[in-house]
């Protein structure tokens, strides 16, 4: 029987794949990326390509993944503006056309994909984060790359999380304490931990991660994944 799955390309990348076949990328980085599975090459299929911020980390790969799959570019206006420069991403691949905003749903191809905020810094536009609605309507949320911040409540009020994506490397992101706590307030019932190891100077495993939720959020699974490793939803 199909089911909805997720893959970690490493780093913040994931690959998810519906139960319906559509296919959607969030920050792809796998070219020179230490810890990538595959190359982007190999990534074939894809509807939606989601980037949460303009940084190497996150984006170098979205351009080309879009133009060879042809599939939707989602991003910040000046995101998607710098992509369609200077690396030829068309206006037709480019989410309404101009690229969306903090607050804004795409409906496409029964998935909702809602852009949310997050606190960091971006080359372009500003950072930000993604909640998709599946549809099934299991809900994954990828935090981007930020720090903590209270309306994460909120989020997980107006949303059913089944799967929070977020970061715990500390210095750049959330560490693994404040990530415990960001899984709680958006009440997730699930957590892959991401941003992690890619760095010499980012938290090395999610032991810790695991061990402060064992502790603190005991009814949250967290799942642990290994680069290129596949996770069914
Ligand atoms: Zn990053």
């Not at 549809?135 to 309306?151: K, P």
Request: some cysteine; glycine content about 10%; proline content about 4%.
């Amino acid at each position: 029987m199909a089911q909805n799955i997720i893959k970690w390309l490493g780093h913040a990348g994931f690959q998810i794949t519906s139960e319906k076949g559509t296919v959607i990328v969030i920050d792809p980085w796998l070219t020179d990326n230490p810890v990538a599975p595959c190359k982007a090459e190999e990534i074939t299929k894809a509807d939606f390509v989601l980037v949460t911020h303009d940084h190497f980390d996150h984006i170098a790969d979205a351009a080309r993944i879009v133009k060879a799959t042809g599939a939707t570019l989602v991003g910040m206006p000046e995101t998607v503006g710098r992509l369609k420069a200077e690396e030829g991403v068309p206006d037709s691949q480019i989410v309404f056309g101009t690229g969306m905003n903090i607050g804004g749903t795409l409906s496409s191809r029964g998935v909702l994909i809602t852009m949310t905020q997050a606190f960091h810094s971006s080359q372009t536009g500003n950072p930000a984060g993604y909640i998709v609605k599946l549809e099934d309507g299991y809900t994954v949320y990828h935090a981007g790359d930020t720090g903590i911040f209270s309306s994460m409540k909120l989020l997980g009020d107006l949303f059913t999380i089944d799967l929070a994506l977020l970061p715990i490397g500390g210095v750049f992101t959330m560490d693994a304490k404040q990530a415990s706590a960001a899984a709680q307030l958006l009440e997730a019932k699930a957590v892959i931990p991401m941003h992690y190891k890619t760095f010499p100077i980012l938290e090395q495993d999610a032991s810790s991660f695991a061990e402060i939720m064992k502790k603190e959020a005991s009814h949250i699974q967290v799942v642990i994944l290994d680069p290129g490793q596949e996770h069914m939803l």
